[in-house]
């Protein structure tokens, strides 16, 4: 299937490991010009050396998402830098800082810092005609998980967002979707710390998989990639949950 993506615009936050560098590399190959960002200058360096093999224009970045007027310029920068901006993926959370239970951690980076994201390139995302937003949220956010901390009770938040902002957009062009990964197992992710660390832990949650085992970031990339793009044209407001069976609810 042609995605439609050639020539479009990325700006991705958070985007040198994980999820978000697998969803660079798709949007890269799909022809896509790309921005991102992450706190490792050489995880940066590296990873736009990865993505300019494609052919396309790369710009990449190391910031710190915690100074908020740094991250707002940066978003212009990298617009300017790029001609413009088609789809937003506000991918940088306080979880990759291991920030699960730190409530200004999460409010500043996962709420402030997509609440943001989004105010700032919509005036972009506008002028594009086909603009896209998708939000990352947690299956964390959709039923309860280990323990009550500040990474569960803010991605929900996200989701009513989300919900709420496509409503808002939506006659301007700009769908917005939200993508909610359950537990995903990668080199240097919280999983691999916490087999070491919590072992019975690490295995009951394998043990829920209906699939039978551990998801990978490739396979909630692609989700990410399909929903911003023109094949996913008539798609707004909805919150897909990728989590191999992980969840159990019934869903509507």
């Known amino acids: 299937m042609d995605l439609g993506l050639k020539g479009k615009k990325v700006i991705l936050t958070g985007g040198s490991r994980g999820i978000g560098r697998e ?12 921005a991102f960002f992450s706190r490792n200058p050489a995880q940066v360096e590296e990873t736009v050396k990865s993505l300019s093999r494609h052919g396309g224009k790369v710009f990449g970045e190391a910031l710190d998402i915690g100074d908020l007027d740094a991250y707002k310029a940066w978003l212009e920068k990298a617009a300017g830098e ?4 088609d789809i937003f993926v506000p991918g940088a959370s306080a979880s990759g800082q291991g920030a699960t239970g730190d409530w200004d951690a999460c409010y500043n980076t996962d709420i402030k810092g997509t609440v943001m994201g989004c105010e700032t390139l919509e005036p972009w995302l506008e002028k594009s005609g086909s603009g896209a937003i998708v939000i990352m949220a947690s299956t964390a956010g959709t039923e309860t998980f280990i323990v009550p901390q500040a990474f569960n009770a ?14 808002m957009v939506g006659p301007k062009g700009i769908r917005v979707n939200c993508v909610s990964p359950g537990p995903i ?3 240097g992710g919280n999983w691999e710390a916490i087999k070491g660390a919590a072992p019975e832990l690490y295995d009951a949650t394998e043990a829920a998989f209906a699939l ?5 970031p ?17 798609t ?7 989590d191999g069976g992980y969840t159990k609810r019934v869903q509507f």
């Open 23 to 34: 969803a660079l590399e798709i949007f890269a190959e799909e022809g896509c010009d790309v």
């Open 236 to 242: 707004t407001g909805t919150n897909v949950i990728i």
């Open 82 to 85: 790029l001609g413009g901006c």
């Open 218 to 234: 490739e396979e909630v990339a692609r989700t990410i990639v399909f929903l911003s793009s023109p094949a996913s044209s008539y």
């Open 185 to 187: 197992y990668f080199a």
């Open 154 to 167: 803010l991605k929900a938040a996200l989701m009513t967002y989300s919900g709420q902002l496509a409503q």
């Open 212 to 216: 039978g085992r551990w998801g990978g």
